[in-house]
């Protein structure tokens, strides 16, 4: 296919009709947010990540020739790609002020040809073809020889700077500030679109920070065990809390590459970092591999149990994220038994003795949890008018399963602790004054209600956790049982200080 503009199926204008000259638009962080051999070889990876080895062997060829490999392979989903809508808004007014308009892209003609139906103005694409790679003075040529009487050019990087250069008029879109005022010094632009700042709290979401206050379940055990007065355990356990964080927030970016086609349809996860293009998919390729390794590396200094746990929770999570979040049921073991392992890590870190009763009110009590994560899910999945949610294992019809299975689980949770204080807790050492321990399967029968209830309205955040950090009557509750533990072992601390 030779490097010459690909009509669209529609009535094509004439180059330059209406007395302005055509205007090429460039696609991969100009028009869409993101990159469209990234986004292929991503969903290519997606099949079986092995596939990377394919990938490096065509790259060996070159990149056009890798492109089309991945054009002749992958069905992009284009219409759910994050598209930047002031340039779109802006191409628009021109067309309907007589302008042709081309995409001009590096990405594959096969790739560009299929985003361009996408868009009603599109006259022509021009691409790579294979063989030769459309970009900086190869683009700048074959746009000079279609448009021999000029043209104007929509671009974003410093290889278009080139183009510019040969072009008429320039829109310049999400450029870095070196590259805009080597644009500017060109010629001034026809329009600048700003680049969106990319601030710490964009940087925070994608990698869930949020999410971390799960991790302040490894510190349970320490206070379970007996040393929490011990400043050398807290140590170690500070650490290996930040070191866990590193490696869920990774894991989690992996998880949300993963899953990018699913979150795009899903009406909140279409705004993460990734789902919007407000990181780039390389970035989150290249951060994820390094933040486990430094994560294992961390671990594995803390002891060959803390990195055995460590380990455990990568595989559980990864399989999680890969394959059995998509299984139904098996994915609420999953996700309760990624909270439970967080309880492990803390008891190597520790280096106390596993209580089996903490063990399964874990499981118990974060199984009731995950169901109503579900359960939120697929009560907005029927008010949507949808029978399935993308990437999940459950129907709308599920919901009062999935009611039924999670008051059940929670109830079992306060059971569980309810015979942990008859069996064990007045009769352990380590409590003072047990009897204040009965708070804490009363605010748990209170908490647990609340969250069902706000389930069955709809009023529940899809994490229940992030809502239990928000919510006052939660924060209220944690706080009376905070003061019943204190109460119970309070002789003890008093005795230390």
């Known amino acids: 296919m030779s490097l010459a503009t690909l009509p669209v199926e529609k009535a094509p204008r004439r180059a330059g009709e209406g007395g302005l000259p055509p205007l090429a638009v460039d696609v991969d962080g100009t028009l869409?947010?993101?990159?469209?051999?990234?986004?292929?070889?991503?969903?290519?990876?997606?099949?079986?990540?092995?596939?990377a080895f394919t990938l490096l062997y065509w790259l060996a060829g070159g990149r056009a020739a890798l492109k089309r490999r991945l054009a002749e392979r992958v069905e992009l989903d284009v219409s759910e790609l994050p598209v930047n809508e002031e340039l779109v808004a802006l191409v628009e007014a021109e067309h309907a002020r007589g302008r042709t308009i081309h995409l001009a892209t590096a990405s594959d003609a096969l790739a560009a040809a299929k985003l361009a139906k996408r868009f009603g103005f599109v006259d022509g694409v021009i691409a790579s073809d294979g063989v030769t790679n459309l970009k900086g003075e190869t683009k700048a040529r074959a746009l000079a020889e279609l448009f021999p009487d000029g043209f104007a050019y929509a671009g974003d990087a410093?290889?278009?700077?080139?183009?510019?250069?040969?072009?008429?008029?320039?829109?310049?879109?999400?450029?870095?500030?070196?590259?805009?005022?080597?644009?500017?010094?060109?010629?001034?632009?026809?329009?600048?679109?700003?680049?969106?700042?990319?601030?710490?709290?964009?940087?925070?979401?994608?990698?869930?920070?949020?999410?971390?206050?799960?991790?302040?379940?490894?510190?349970?055990?320490?206070?379970?065990?007996?040393?929490?007065?011990?400043?050398?355990?807290?140590?170690?356990?500070?650490?290996?809390?930040?070191?866990?964080?590193?490696?869920?927030?990774?894991?989690y970016a992996l998880n949300d590459l993963w899953d990018l086609d699913d979150d795009r349809r899903h009406w909140s996860k279409r705004d993460r970092a990734f789902a919007s293009g407000r990181l780039p998919i390389a970035a989150g390729l290249v951060a994820a591999p390094l933040g486990i390794l430094i994560a294992l590396v961390g671990a594995a200094m803390l002891g060959l149990a803390a990195f055995a746990s460590f380990v455990a929770y990568l595989v559980v999570t990864l399989a999680y994220s890969f394959r059995l979040k998509r299984v139904a049921v098996l994915d609420v073991f999953t996700l309760a038994s990624l909270f439970t392992l967080r309880l492990v890590i803390g008891i190597a870190l520790a280096a106390v003795p596993g209580s089996p009763w903490l063990l399964v009110f874990s499981m118990f009590v974060f199984s009731s949890l995950s169901f109503a994560k579900r359960h939120t899910e697929m009560v907005r999945?029927?008010?949507?008018?949808?029978?399935?949610?993308?990437?999940?294992?459950?129907?709308?019809?599920?919901?009062?399963?999935?009611?039924?299975?999670?008051?059940?689980?929670g109830m079992s949770a306060v059971l569980v602790m309810v015979l942990y204080l008859i069996d064990e807790a007045f009769r352990a050492g380590f409590y003072s004054t047990p009897a204040a321990l009965w708070a804490f399967p009363c605010v748990l029968f209170l908490w647990l209600g609340r969250v069902w209830v706000l389930s069955g309205r709809n009023e529940l955040h899809d994490d229940p956790v992030a809502f239990a950090v928000r919510d006052k009557p939660s924060l209220l509750l944690g706080a009376v049982m905070a003061l019943a533990f204190m109460v119970a072992v309070a002789p003890r601390a008093l005795v230390f200080w």
């Open 32 to 51: 869409i947010r993101g990159d469209l051999l990234a986004e292929s070889a991503l969903q290519y990876l997606r099949g079986n990540p092995f596939r």
């Open 158 to 251: 410093a290889a278009d700077l080139a183009v510019w250069r040969a072009a008429k008029e320039s829109v310049v879109v999400n450029a870095a500030r070196s590259t805009l005022r080597a644009a500017e010094a060109i010629r001034p632009p026809l329009a600048v679109i700003p680049r969106r700042p990319l601030g710490l709290r964009t940087l925070a979401r994608a990698a869930r920070v949020h999410q971390w206050a799960k991790n302040a379940l490894v510190a349970v055990p320490l206070i379970l065990g007996g040393r929490a007065f011990e400043p050398s355990a807290w140590a170690t356990v500070a650490i290996g809390f930040a070191l866990l964080g590193l490696l869920a927030s990774s894991t």
């Open 381 to 409: 999945v029927a008010r949507s008018g949808a029978d399935k949610a993308h990437g999940r294992g459950y129907v709308a019809a599920d919901a009062p399963f999935l009611i039924g299975m999670g008051v059940a689980t």
